[in-house]
């Protein structure tokens, strides 16, 4: 319990009476007082810069010790906000800190977002941009089903959505209303988020449409937490083959989509080629060089399918 006293005072005798006390004693400084909050957590509070920097020389994981509700240090400064260049050091020192959740399932991102830390969001999608698991984070719904994009938009925050968005968020991600981020914006008439977020959304055509990207994200959000999960600690073979089998998938994909089914239309732009005729006598969707069955969705997406499984499919006919 000094030490957490020790931790709400600013002085320098203090400081190195606390670090005395660390270095006899280490679990001093994981010990919760009766407000939930460690030694960081105090000095983090006070704004006593030294201490708390002086407390993760000792031992970088004190950035993640999970107080009250399971917030940590990184948590808390989300919350109160910084501009001592705290935030910068934590995400430095334990950058995988930004990970953690509270028991409410929250992100670091959705505590800056709730509390409108503008700076801090921006710190926090820096680093996380250049993790692996960025996807997984900036997604992470809390308890409520809600990212940190939907807690932007209904908090009137464009310049957040923005953040959020060039930080790989899923504009298609809904809560537990069945609700997207736009859905969200449009609910509480948010005029700059709904530019914002129209802007990123491609136009549908349909409902099915809508239903099928849905369920195509979900399946490659999985799909990228299995490869990607846990990637620093991979063997070195482990690594080789699945770079080789990315390899492949890309190769497949790119020449899919230089022969797509059917061809592409033939022809030249004089006025005497047969086919641009046809086009044109017929009015038919196409141009030269273009998919000729690329006006048929459930084709195509048969073909995907076919692609994607090596199964036998029944013989591929436009609808």
Not at 33 to 40: A, D, E, K
Not at 256 to 284: C, F, M, Y
């Amino acid at each position: 319990m000094l030490l957490l006293v020790l931790c709400c005072n600013a002085g320098q005798i203090s400081t190195e009476f606390a670090m005395e006390i660390m270095s006899l004693k280490p679990s001093f400084a994981r010990k919760l007082n009766h407000q939930g909050l460690s030694p960081i957590h105090l000095a983090v509070e006070k704004g006593n810069q030294e201490m708390a920097l002086r407390l993760i020389e000792t031992d970088n994981d004190l950035v993640r010790v999970r107080g009250k509700n399971g917030v940590t240090p990184l948590h808390y400064i989300c919350e109160v906000g910084t501009d001592n260049g705290l935030l910068d050091t934590f995400l430095k020192t334990c950058p995988d800190s930004i990970r953690d959740v509270t028991t409410a399932n929250c992100t670091a991102l959705h505590i800056a977002t709730k509390n409108n830390k503008l700076d801090v969001l921006q710190d926090l999608t820096r680093t996380l941009r250049k993790k692996h698991y960025c996807w997984e984070v900036v997604n992470r719904k809390d308890k409520n089903g809600n990212t940190a994009l939907h807690i932007a938009a209904r908090n009137y925050q464009p310049e957040m959505v923005k953040v959020l968005l060039n930080c790989r968020a899923n504009k298609h991600a809904t809560d537990r209303h069945g609700l997207t981020a736009l859905d969200v914006a449009q609910n509480r008439n948010s005029r700059e988020s709904i530019t914002v977020l129209r802007g990123c959304f491609i136009p549908r055509v349909s409902n099915f449409n809508q239903k099928l990207e849905k369920q195509i994200d979900k399946y490659v959000t999985k799909a990228s937490l299995l490869i990607f999960h846990d990637m620093d600690n991979i063997s070195g073979d482990d690594r080789s083959a699945l770079l080789v089998i990315l390899g492949l998938l890309l190769t497949v994909t790119y020449q899919a989509s230089l022969s797509p089914p059917g061809g592409v239309w033939q022809g030249d732009s004089s006025s005497n080629s047969i086919v641009t005729t046809r086009i044109h006598e017929r009015k038919l969707p196409g141009s030269i060089g273009t998919s000729v069955m690329g006006q048929h969705f459930k084709y195509y997406l048969r073909f995907l399918l076919h692609a994607s499984t090596n199964q036998y499919l029944p013989q591929l006919q436009p609808f």
